[in-house]
């Protein structure tokens, strides 16, 4: 499973990439608003400060709505850099929009994915990625997870190449929920990433390895 981080945030970005496990990162206007990151110039700056620090798949979310716009927004975004997957919501304009860029070689990523039918709709439209928001299904009392493997069997099942990226991830259990159902990626907040590192037993193990040692060495 490939490991993307959930945020705009550079610091946060390099920190997990420094970590080595990192594949790629997703961004959306709501996180590049908390970065306070405004007009578009400066929006397409921080996407391509992204793409320099990580060497993989950097999502970046059109604003427009109707088809013309999102395709113009679109190959803007595509051409800042070979990094970017194009974010595009899954309504009628953006699954029309999404077969227009797989037909074009663009790459996309179809979010707020809260059904098997949207999905359905995103990979025959040839979407690169499918985005089931797994935290917000499970705020409203659905199950995020049994979606994200709902979609991960009909993809196998019928040979989409749509890859399933889980998004809108809470926590380290999350992730390994995503392990278990088959999800090609999980977009995670740095603080899940780094909660996988935890265990009382390590800490307690090397603690003891450390003070045998001096008491050997010292
Ligand atoms: C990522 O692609 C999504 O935009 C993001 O995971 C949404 O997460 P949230 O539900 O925590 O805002």
Redesign the pocket.
């Known amino acids: 499973m490939k490991f993307?981080i959930?945020t705009a945030n550079l610091e946060q970005i390099r920190e997990a990439y420094d970590l080595g496990v990192l594949d790629g990162v997703?961004?959306?206007p709501?996180?590049m608003a908390k970065e306070g990151i405004k007009g578009v110039d400066n929006q397409r700056k921080h996407y391509v400060d992204i793409c320099n620090i990580v060497q993989g798949d950097v999502?970046a979310?059109v604003i427009a709505t109707d088809y013309e716009g999102i395709i113009r927004e679109g190959e803007e975004l595509a051409a800042l850099n070979p990094h970017i997957v194009v974010?595009v919501p899954c309504i009628a304009d953006g699954i029309k929009a999404i077969k227009y860029f797989s037909e074009k070689g663009i790459r996309t990523?179809c979010?707020?994915i809260f059904s098997v039918g949207q999905a359905l709709l995103a990979a025959k439209a040839g979407a690169t990625y499918v985005?089931p928001?797994?935290?917000?299904l499970d705020?409203i009392s659905e199950d995020g997870i049994a979606l994200v493997g709902k979609i991960v069997e009909i993809y196998r099942y019928y040979g989409y190449a749509t890859q399933v990226?889980a998004?809108?991830?809470?926590h380290t259990a999350h992730i390994i929920q995503c392990l278990e159902v088959g999800a090609d990626v999980a977009?995670?907040?740095l603080s899940a990433i780094k909660g996988l590192l935890n265990h009382p037993l390590t800490d307690a193990g090397l603690k003891k390895f450390l003070e045998d040692y001096k008491r050997v060495n010292n």
């Open positions: 993307f959930d997703t961004t959306n709501s996180l999502s979310e974010k990523n979010t707020l985005s928001f797994v935290g917000r705020d990226l998004a809108s991830i809470r977009t995670c907040p």
